[in-house]
């Protein structure tokens, strides 16, 4: 019986546990963690570095990012954006895997979590200014989709991922280890990523156009589709730009040129945009995630060049 009891317990906790996962979507971090994982690159290159601090971080960025997920999940079904007839809608709340209350108490608790957290080693470490990027975070986390703000739903969540994941979570990262509050060096090595990372989403809003136009404004229906197919090309290509510009004026030596074997991905996705829009509208359907690898493989392979 006390075994049974036991299994029964540990089934239960295995399903939450998933359910939970399923609401951080980790698969979603990369966007997060590369530009983090570029700050922490940059105080390596200047010799300020501090692994326990790096460690630190990396996990902090991960608590938030993960709130603000759960955040946009909770306020996507409150206002009726997912539904259980979206086929792209978030199924941990829309099929009543977890109350809506329930999933809003784990944010708020991860929240508090990453500014406690934040709070003790901005004291620790003498990195007062870390507390300025800490409440960015939670605005942006927050407000991205909750009112009055609604930045997702207003045209600016494309903009928002670009200056929060892109600019502001490098140099968040990099403070902490330098004192230097803003460094130019790290922005235009930001530049690239944050470029891809922001086509992570508009491919996701493209995607989504007929759906969104019901309920939010992107830029994705600001545009037409021949403009939102060009900025996603922009969005995707111009990292590669940035990258010559990088090698011919010596901010970054010959190697970063091994960045450019990414160029077949890149191209792939705007393929698969492309055919998408004009041809077959399912094949879209994973546009984000091809961007998404995109982002990953690109990322790393932009650090290993910075970091060698």
């Known amino acids: 019986m006390i075994i049974e009891k036991l299994s029964i317990r540990w089934n239960d906790l295995a399903v939450k546990a998933s359910i939970i996962f399923k609401l951080l979507r980790p698969f979603s971090w990369p966007a997060s963690l590369i530009p983090a994982l570029l700050g922490n690159v940059m105080a390596y290159r200047t010799g300020v570095f501090y692994p326990v601090r790096a460690l630190i971080l990396l996990i902090g960025v991960s608590v938030m990012h993960g709130a603000g997920n759960i955040f946009n999940q909770y306020y996507d079904y409150k206002l009726g954006i997912d539904k259980k007839s979206g086929p792209h809608s978030n199924l941990v709340l829309v099929q009543g895997w977890l109350k809506p209350g329930s999933a809003y108490d784990i944010a708020v608790k991860l929240t508090v979590s990453f500014l406690i957290s934040a709070l003790f080693f901005s004291f620790l470490w003498n990195r007062f200014f870390s507390l300025f990027y800490a409440f960015i975070a ?87 589709k021949k403009k939102g197919k060009l900025l996603y090309s922009m969005l995707l290509f111009f990292p590669y730009l940035f990258l010559i510009i990088y090698i011919l004026t010596g901010l970054i030596e010959n190697h970063g040129l091994l960045v450019f074997i990414t160029t077949p991905l890149a191209y792939h996705c705007y393929k698969k945009l492309d055919r998408g829009l004009n041809i077959n509208t399912e094949l879209l359907a994973d546009i984000d995630q091809e961007t998404a690898k995109l982002n990953l493989t690109f990322g790393l392979i932009w650090i290993f060049v910075l970091f060698f």
Do not use: E, W
């Open 138 to 224: 939670i605005l942006g986390a927050y407000y991205y989709t909750a009112p009055p703000l609604n930045l997702k739903y207003r045209s600016l969540g494309t903009v928002t991922v670009f200056l929060i994941f892109g600019i502001v979570t490098p140099q968040a990262v990099y403070y902490p280890h330098s004192a230097v509050f803003f460094d130019l060096n790290l922005l235009l090595y930001s530049l690239p990523l944050a470029l891809i990372t922001a086509a992570i989403l508009h491919g996701n809003n493209m995607r989504d156009r007929n759906i969104d136009r019901k309920k939010i404004s992107t830029i994705a229906l600001l545009l037409n």
